[in-house]
């Protein structure tokens, strides 16, 4: 009886170990914007800045704009990507840029 119960003990064990590395390798998984999806594409997203369509987004576009330095950006400076809040936390590029963009301080 006592091996049963040490065995059913060690298998609870075991479960949770690998529900705990499901979990983190869940999170590890980044999803990355499309920037060929049609939504991101009306967005005028692209993975790089200096890939602006200036004349279509003159309205938008202001010289220096980049994700890391967007609001909706939740990476540091340093980052290659981040999850942006705009595209439901999808991660852009650090030189990527869409139409939302919004300076760090802007209301
Ligand atoms: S909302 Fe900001 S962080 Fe998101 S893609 Fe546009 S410029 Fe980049």
Not at 11 to 35: C, F
Not at 76 to 101: I, L, M, V
Request: hydrophobic residues 40%.
């Amino acid at each position: 009886m006592k091996t049963n119960r040490r065995v059913f003990m060690m298998q609870i064990a075991l479960g949770s170990s690998a529900l705990a590395m499901a979990s983190v390798a869940a999170r590890a998984a980044v999803t990355k914007l499309d920037a060929n999806d049609s939504y991101a594409r009306s967005m005028g997203f692209v993975k790089n800045v200096k890939d602006v369509d200036t004349k279509k987004w003159a309205r938008k576009y202001k010289v220096g704009q980049q994700c890391t330095k967007c609001q909706l950006w939740d990476g540091k400076e340093t980052d290659a990507y981040a999850s942006c809040s705009f595209f439901g936390d999808q991660h852009t590029p650090a030189a990527g840029w869409c139409k939302n963009f919004k300076a760090h301080g802007a209301a």
